[in-house]
């Protein structure tokens, strides 16, 4: 029996965090969606599982995407999870040949240097206690990148770092002293009793010049042990929790679990996961355009997990998706937000009995329905009219005489009760319309279409429906030579997943020309309908930087493929900013025209030349 | 009494650069008046009738031409100014074609441009025949030819929208624009003058009658001219297969989201500060004001100095103004230059 007083603090700390860790493990697995635990039952033995494994390894411990962020701020997460995991590992191994006991003390390990003091080492022993020096070392390093960053963010790639509550900066103070007080301790006793490595034993032998180690040393294993429990006790109650949690999320995420409509134990994992890198501030153009610090996802989850969350910070996000798409934890903060605020939503005094009775609106293959964003800019409606005759499509310009929302922005605004009336209207009226294809101008109607109406036919954006009508040679642009730069609506990109189609359709006319910040890195024009509380001075900062920062492609022409971005980026954009419909339409006409012979009559007449 | 013949160079030849050259030149300072255009008179010579009083706009401009005939010593026209620059107290102006000229004082009158309409698509600027500006119906009245819709018939339905770019925070304007109130009701009362037959409304958030004989001229167009005003803003403008505008606002007043159809509609668009405007103003280091216009060193005790020595601003370029309310500003300016010049001397005597 190995036993000394000191590792009571360490040890008190281990069990206090495993009672507490098996307590909210139990409570998140209760608190999941119905049909959640049958999913895990039915997934848990297939190749979901070792997936799930490998992510660990890669997010958890190395921190791949947190590498492809900034290599030094990689650095620092790999070499303090990665290196603190294989001392736990390598500690382990240690004592299991060292003793030959499978079981020993669960502190026997951590504290392995003061039980075994004695000097005449061999073999293995030699190299496993090198390799603990090495891996000391290693996480030492990272200790030193971190202190660095704290007061420099700029050598780790960062602008901004998250500005961290009291329990957190405590907890990080004690993480922070675990390693050195390591050092110090292990060296101590390695200099006087020589049973140290390559770090160890010369830091030991220089100390033992001038301090009274033998005396000394029980003090620094006592703090040692100290801050490892201190540390422990304040995983529960700080920012660490993401440690122990992420890895459970990551197996429920494998398993197909995701927050839904509602917020589920799932959600509540997501949000002890998040381990407040601070890598979404500086992806917030809210911060980086419209200085605000205050509303970002570290500290909308934060405030949430300590039940301080103002409705103010819950409303004031563009849900543009930007941190989403750079979170390392991979949490869907968006919806996080939206679920938020359906708990806020108050209960609107008005029903929707206003709402016009269904009736079959003809036959028709395709129903256009361009969006009520779509009717602030009949450039792009007149195009995709124009075009619509000239691919002699048989279609139905369903809202034409204005039209029912399509619900989501009152879903965006946390009023699902609402949205689904809008959306059974909507979507009764599709169904009777008999049409098999359902095309839409406005990315966010899209979206609503494709995940909020069950319907039993295609959805398309016309980006998406445009290079179709191109590939099938329904429509053939002339090529203009334009150079273009494409600009990602949110809700199209990273809110559906379409990137290469708008940019299929430019290549076959025009120059389409790169930018760095595009596809899933693309800013949001700052039209997002999203937020509910920005001031108009915040959101035209957004849109004005991101119409110049389109500029800086130095193309003829801005293309996007989203009225509202079309809006937004006109505002302030010297180029011309056309949706890709618009350009397509251009391109279908001969002769070089004025867009104010773009009406009916005409552009049958037009049809025919083409 | 100009012993040391300070130089003075107006920039722009619209109604401000003009009357303050004249006044300038009448108290015998040498004066160069530089204009882009190969004409002056700026946008004065587009205007056709002015309010209140319906005066013909031409009025206004012989009076300035003829004053700028006798006092001004040299008027350079085709003169783009790109920049403005100060050295050791002398300013030096630069023109898009490469040419420079120094003076001793820079006063800058270089006006505005209406906001573009285009950029508020919901009304189908430069997309619907039928949705003009306000300088477009004025040139029209102007020409003396019959009003007519896009496809030459007699409009019987003509809207006024108001506040188009002005008081709009979306637009990136916050600022009101002034005189759009006033032309929306002078224009209406013109059309209505030429086309009796015609139904003529207003759509406006509030009006701004602020002049003399303003709130007389709106009266006048309600009771005597039937033109109807509905308080609030058109969302959205569709066009309908026969070319005619099917407008959707809320009237306000009633509380209730409202349907038009209408043959011709104006947009009274809002003034911004001219292109060169900002450039001269960037380009000499002077401060803006938040709608972009050149901001005054003291916007009450001295509206026409800016924040450097020896330049100056008067007319539209520093705020929307009337054109009665610029030749009075080009006065003051002219005034303040004066002073300016005279206690400038006076103290190199002094040393």
Known sequence: MHFNLFVLPFTAGMIILSLLLTYRYIKWLIDLESGDLKRIGSKILSIKTLKALREIFMESLIHRKVFRNNILLGYMHMSLAFGWFLLIVFGKLETLFYTGRQANEIYYPVFFRFFEQNPHQTGMLIIFNAVMDFLLLMVLSGIVVAILRRFRPGIAGMKKTTKHSLGDRMALAALWLIFPLRLLAESATAGYSGNGSFITQPFGNFMHLFLPLQQLSIVFWWMYSLSLGAFMISIPFSRYMHIPTEILLIFLRNWDLKTNENFTGFSEIEVQSCSRCGICIDTCQMSSQGKNNTAQMVYFLRDYRYKQLQPDLTDNCLLCGRCTAACPVGIDLTQQRILQRKKNAFKLPQGFHYLPVNQPSGEADVIYFAGCMSHLTPGITLSMEKIFKAAKVNYLFMDRDGSVCCGRPLKLSGQHEAAKKLVEHNRQQIILSGAKTIVTSCPICYKSFREDYHMNIRVLHHSEYLNELIQKKKIAPLPSGKSVVFHDPCELGRGSGIYEQPREVLNHFAELRPIYQEKENALCCGGSLGNLSIVPEERCAIQKATAKYLETAHAEVIATSCPLCKKSLAQYSDTPVKDIAELVAASLTVVAENPKILKHHKVQEMVEIV | ?351
């Not at chain 2, 285009?118 to 949705?131: A, F, L, Q, T």
């Open chain 2, 1 to 351: 009494m100009n012993t040391n013949r300070q130089h003075i160079i107006v920039i722009g030849a619209g109604p401000a650069g003009l009357e303050a050259a004249a006044t300038l030149g009448a108290a015998g300072y040498p004066v160069t008046l530089l204009e882009k255009e190969n004409h002056t008179g700026g946008k004065l010579k587009s205007l056709h009738q002015l309010f209140p009083g319906f005066r013909p706009a031409y009025e206004v401009q012989n009076y300035l031409d003829g004053r700028l005939e006798i006092n001004v010593a040299q008027v350079i026209t085709n003169a783009d100014v790109i920049s403005v620059t100060t050295e050791n107290g002398k300013h030096k102006v630069i023109l898009a074609d490469g040419q420079s000229m120094n003076g001793d004082i820079v006063l800058i009158a270089s006006g505005f441009q209406v906001f573009n309409a285009e950029k508020k698509e919901e009304y189908g600027y430069g997309i619907y025949e039928n949705v003009i500006t306000s300088p477009d119906l004025e040139a029209k009245l102007k020409s003396c030819d019959p009003l007519t819709s896009a496809n030459g018939t007699t409009p019987r339905k003509i809207a006024f929208i108001h506040c188009v770019g002005s008081r709009d925070q979306k637009a990136g304007n916050v600022h009101c624009s002034r005189v759009c109130c006033i032309t929306g009701v002078k224009q209406a009362i013109e059309v209505k003058m030429q086309l009796p037959g015609a139904e003529i409304f207003n759509f406006y958030m509030d009006l701004r009658m602020f002049g003399q004989n303003f709130e007389e001229l709106y009266i006048e167009a309600q009771q005597k001219w039937g033109i109807t005003f509905i308080r609030g803003r058109v969302s959205e403008i569709g066009e309908n297969m026969d070319g005619t505008l099917q407008l959707k606002a809320e009237d306000t007043l009633s509380g209730r989201p409202m349907k038009m159809n209408f043959d011709l509609v104006v947009l009274l668009v809002g003034i911004v500060p001219a292109r060169q405007t900002l450039a001269i103003g960037k380009s000499a280091g002077l401060a803006l004001t938040s709608g972009d216009f050149l901001a005054a060193s003291d916007a009450q005790l001295s509206p026409n100095k800016t924040t450097t020595d020896g330049i100056f601003i008067t007319g539209t370029c520093r705020e929307p103004l009337s054109i009665a309310e610029t030749l009075t500003d080009a006065r003051a300016a002219s005034v303040s230059i004066i002073q300016y010049l005279n206690e400038r001397q006076k103290k190199s005597e002094c040393i």
